[in-house]
C-alpha cells in the first residue's frame, strides 16, 4: 500500500484492522511505515513479493505542475508491482473527473472541471496507456468523498460554523459518499477477484447520495450559508451499479449519515 501515510491511507488501515483483516506491506514517504521511499529520494528500493499494489498516494492540490505528480505515480506504482511481482494495481483516481452530474456511470464523459480532476483524468489516461503485454492489470477507482478525508473534514474539527455554498434551491452541495470502512472492503475484495476480472475503471459509492449540511448537522455544527459562487458544482452523485456487480456479497455502508456523526 503506498501512501499509507496519508489522509485516506490512515483512515483504510484503521478500518482493515477493525475489520481483522491481513496488513498489508506499507510505503510511504514519512516514518512509520515498512517502507519508506519516495520518488524524489532514488530508484525504486527492493520491494517484498507481493500479489496487490494499492496506490493510495496522490497529490490533491497545488498548481499544475505539482498535480501532474499523479501521474509519475501511477508510473511508479506500475514499476512497483513488476519488482514485486504483482497481478494487479488498484489506482486511486477520483468523482471529480466527471465534473456536474446525477447518477454518473463509468462510461458518462468525463468533463473535470478543477485541476484535481483534470489531473486524475490525466493520471487514468496514463494508465490505459500502460503496455497490456506484462501479465500486470490496472483498476483506476472514481471514489466519491470520503467521510473523514473530504473537504468538510478540518471544517468540521474547527469547531465553527461550516461554510457551506448555496445553490438556487436554497439547499447545499449534493455529493456521494463511501466510508473509510467500505473503501477498505472494496479494496480487499479487489485483491482477492482473479486480476482478469478487474475493470479499468470503477465507480465506489455508498447510496444514497447526501447533502452536504445533513452530515454537517449530523456530526453537531452549525451551517454558515453564502451564495454559491459561479462554477460551484450543485451535484456529483455516483452510479454504483458495476460496483455491486462485481461484488454482490460486499456489505453495505449502512447509515453513512450516522457514520458522520461518530467521526472525531
Not at 68 to 92: F, K, P, T
Amino acid at each position: 500500500m503506498t501512501g499509507a501515510n496519508g489522509q485516506v491511507g490512515r483512515l483504510v488501515l484503521r478500518a482493515l484492522v477493525d475489520m481483522d483483516a491481513p496488513r498489508p506491506v506499507t510505503l510511504s514517504r514519512r516514518s512509520g511505515a515498512d517502507i519508506v521511499w519516495t520518488p524524489d529520494t532514488g530508484p525504486c528500493p527492493p520491494m517484498p513479493d507481493c500479489d496487490a499494489v494499492l496506490a493510495l498516494w496522490g497529490v490533491t492540490s497545488g498548481d499544475d505542475a505539482a498535480l501532474a505528480r499523479n501521474s509519475d505515480l501511477a508510473r511508479q506504482a506500475r514499476r512497483i508491482a513488476l519488482a514485486a511481482g504483482a497481478s494487479r494495481v488498484i489506482h486511486l483516481s477520483s468523482a471529480a473527473v466527471y465534473g456536474a452530474g446525477l447518477g454518473l456511470r463509468e462510461s458518462d464523459p468525463a468533463r473535470p472541471v478543477s485541476a484535481y480532476g483534470r489531473a486524475k483524468l490525466a493520471m487514468e489516461r496514463t494508465i490505459a496507456a500502460f503496455p497490456r503485454r506484462e501479465g500486470l492489470c490496472h483498476c483506476c477507482l472514481r471514489v466519491a468523498n470520503v467521510l473523514g478525508a473530504d473537504s468538510l473534514t478540518p471544517a468540521l474539527a474547527s469547531g465553527a460554523p461550516v461554510v457551506l455554498d448555496r445553490f438556487g434551491d436554497g439547499r447545499g452541495p449534493l455529493r456521494s459518499y463511501v466510508s473509510p470502512a467500505s473503501l477498505a472492503r472494496v479494496l480487499l475484495a479487489l485483491t482477492r477477484l482473479p486480476a482478469s476480472r478487474l475493470p479499468p475503471l470503477l465507480n465506489v459509492a455508498s447510496a444514497p447520495a447526501l447533502r452536504m449540511e445533513t452530515l454537517v448537522r449530523a456530526a453537531g455544527r452549525e451551517v454558515a450559508w453564502r451564495p454559491a459562487p459561479d462554477g460551484a458544482l450543485a451535484a456529483v452523485t455516483l452510479d454504483a451499479s458495476a460496483l455491486n456487480a462485481l461484488m454482490p456479497a460486499l456489505p453495505s455502508d449502512g447509515d453513512v449519515v450516522a457514520l458522520a456523526g461518530s467521526q472525531p
